[in-house]
């Protein structure tokens, strides 16, 4: 039996004889149903048309991306420590070649997801690398796959090897969760923030948003609490959902002032936009 993949958001659904009636991560109101209505595909198919390409953003750090691009188009991270590699964030397509290649730096202790729309084939990369799945447990309703490597953590953070720890922020999801990784940016630190922190594309800001697509922003309470959260965790780069959303420079600073101006647009009094 098949396990069919959403080809909207990339979430992959446990195997069934058809595709399943609807997908609870697109019909809710952070995802979109297009008006085409909802598609499937599998992996098998997705093989056909897809493979994957790699960029290294910095020494140890190599993003790992489908071309031609495929539902949300999110790359996932291979972080190499000397404890092992971590994935941060998920794809839909594990081709043959990624799983050569991944082997080959020395496959995975773990997989970590800082969200719902990138658990994507978590399960077909876990069983393929042997390796367990850490989820937010905020999120465990949103897994449409179970499976025994699917461990869910609790509380703010969790460490996974040295100088690597994630820290639940929330906002656009309960379980939403970052990436720090202190030996990062040289040494000064690097976040790796799926879209629970996204850099926009100016490179000097990043926002914040219950959803994306539809233009939900979070309350002010929201994203001071992110700001808490990080304020710990010193970091120089940023690493977002996309190949090319990376701020390379003053990262901790670029929240903070980040946090000042969204906070300030969503308590304003109207009185900014109508100049
Ligand atoms: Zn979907
Ligand atoms: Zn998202």
Redesign the pocket.
């Known amino acids: 039996m098949p396990a069919f993949i959403c080809v909207t958001c990339g979430t992959q659904f446990a195997a069934s004889e058809k595709p399943p009636e609807r997908c609870p991560i697109c019909d809710e109101e ?1 995802q979109f149903v297009p008006p085409s209505g909802q598609s499937w595909t599998t992996h098998e198919a997705l093989a056909r048309r897809h493979m994957n390409g790699f960029q290294q953003h910095e020494p140890g750090l190599i993003g790992i991306g489908t071309v031609p691009a495929f539902a949300i188009a999110q790359r996932a991270l291979l972080l190499m420590t000397d404890q092992g590699n971590v994935l941060w964030d998920c794809i839909s397509l594990l081709d043959d070649a990624t799983i050569a290649i991944v082997k080959g730096l020395g496959g995975l202790i773990g997989i970590a997801i800082s ?1 719902p ?1 990138y658990y994507a084939s978590m399960v077909e990369w876990a069983k393929a690398f042997d390796a367990p799945i850490h989820l937010h447990a905020g999120d465990r309703q949103w897994v449409m796959r179970s499976d025994p490597a699917i461990k869910f953590w609790d509380g703010d953070t969790l460490p996974l090897a040295r100088g690597v720890t994630l820290i639940r922020c929330g906002g ?1 999801f309960a379980g939403g969760t970052v990436l720090h990784w202190a030996q990062g940016g040289d040494g000064r630190g690097t976040l790796l923030s799926g ?1 629970i922190v996204q850099v926009i594309p100016d490179r000097t800001f990043v926002s914040f948003m219950r959803s ?1 697509p539809n233009l939900i922003p979070l309350s002010a309470p929201a994203v001071e609490r992110i700001g808490a959260l990080l304020e710990p965790y010193p970091f120089e780069v940023i690493h977002g959902a996309w190949f090319d959303r990376t701020i390379a420079r003053d990262g901790k600073a670029v929240v903070q002032r980040s946090i000042t101006r969204y906070v300030a647009a969503v308590r304003g009094d109207g009185t900014a936009d109508l100049k």
């Open positions: 952070r969200h729309h656009h879209d994306y």
